[in-house]
T-cell receptor
C-alpha cells in the first residue's frame, strides 16, 4: 500500500540555519509528492509538489526533489526565518489515495 | 482565493446531537473528496474517501454509521457526525483533487466541540 514516513519533530533552529526535513515513501507506480505547511491557527496550504521522478518542487525558498531511486522527497531550505515556524507535512497521492506523514513541527528562534 | 470551502468553520453541540459539515469545491468539479480528522499537534488522519454517485470508502477503524458521508454533487460532499460525543471533538478537514489529481486543495477545516 501507500505510506509516508516523515522525520519526527519537533525541530528547533536559529534564524538563518539550514533546514532539512526527511520524507520517504512507499507506493506502487508513480505517485505525486507534496509538502504542505500548516501555520499556527490556520488550515493546510500546499507548499510545493513534484509529479514525476527528478522533478524539483520549490516555493518560498523551500525545495524538494522527487528521488525515485531512494523513494525520498526531503524538504530543504538554506536559511530559515522566524516566519517559517509551522508544522510541515509530507504527502503522496497515488491511485485516488492520499497519505500524509506524521508532520514535523518547526520552530525558528530569532 | 479559496478553492475549497467548508461550513461551518466552528460548531459547538451537545452530546447526542448530529452535526453536518459541508465541503464545497468552488470553481472546479471534484468526483472525489477526502475527509480527514486532526487531533491537536498530530497528523491528519484520513477518515474516508467521498465518491460522487457512489458510496464512500472508509478507512479501517472509522465507523461508517457514525460518520455519514454523502457526495451529493460534483462540488459538494457532506460529513455528518451522528450522535456526537465529546471524544468526537476534533478538527475536521476536507480536500479535493484538481487537475488530473496532481494537486489537492484543502478546506479551512471545521472545529467541532461536543459538550
Amino acid at each position: 500500500g501507500n505510506s509516508v514516513t516523515q522525520m519526527e519533530g519537533p525541530v528547533t533552529l536559529s534564524e538563518e540555519a539550514f533546514l532539512t526535513i526527511n520524507c520517504t515513501y512507499t507506493a506502487t507506480g508513480y505517485p505525486s509528492l507534496f509538502w504542505y505547511v500548516q501555520y499556527p491557527g490556520e488550515g493546510l496550504q500546499l507548499l510545493l509538489k513534484a509529479t514525476k521522478a527528478d522533478d524539483k518542487g520549490s516555493n518560498k525558498g523551500f525545495e524538494a526533489t522527487y528521488r525515485k531511486e531512494t523513494t525520498s522527497f526531503h524538504l530543504e531550505k538554506g536559511s530559515v526565518q522566524v516566519s517559517d515556524s509551522a508544522v510541515y507535512f509530507c504527502a503522496l497521492y497515488n491511485n485516488n489515495d492520499m497519505r500524509f506523514g506524521a508532520g514535523t513541527r518547526l520552530t525558528v528562534k530569532p | 482565493g479559496a478553492v475549497v470551502s467548508q461550513h461551518p468553520s466552528r460548531v459547538i453541540c451537545k452530546s447526542g446531537t448530529s452535526v453536518k459539515i459541508e465541503c464545497r469545491s468552488l470553481d472546479f468539479q471534484a468526483t472525489t473528496m477526502f475527509w480527514y480528522r486532526q487531533f491537536p499537534k498530530q497528523s491528519l488522519m484520513l477518515m474516508a474517501t467521498s465518491n460522487e454517485g457512489s458510496k464512500a470508502t472508509y478507512e479501517q477503524g472509522v465507523e461508517k454509521d457514525k460518520f455519514l458521508i454523502n457526495h451529493a454533487s460534483l462540488t459538494l460532499s457532506t460529513l455528518t457526525v451522528t450522535s456526537a460525543h465529546p471524544e468526537d471533538s476534533s478538527f475536521y478537514i476536507c480536500s479535493a483533487p484538481r487537475r488530473a489529481q496532481e494537486t489537492q486543495y484543502f478546506g479551512p477545516g471545521t472545529r467541532l466541540l461536543v459538550l
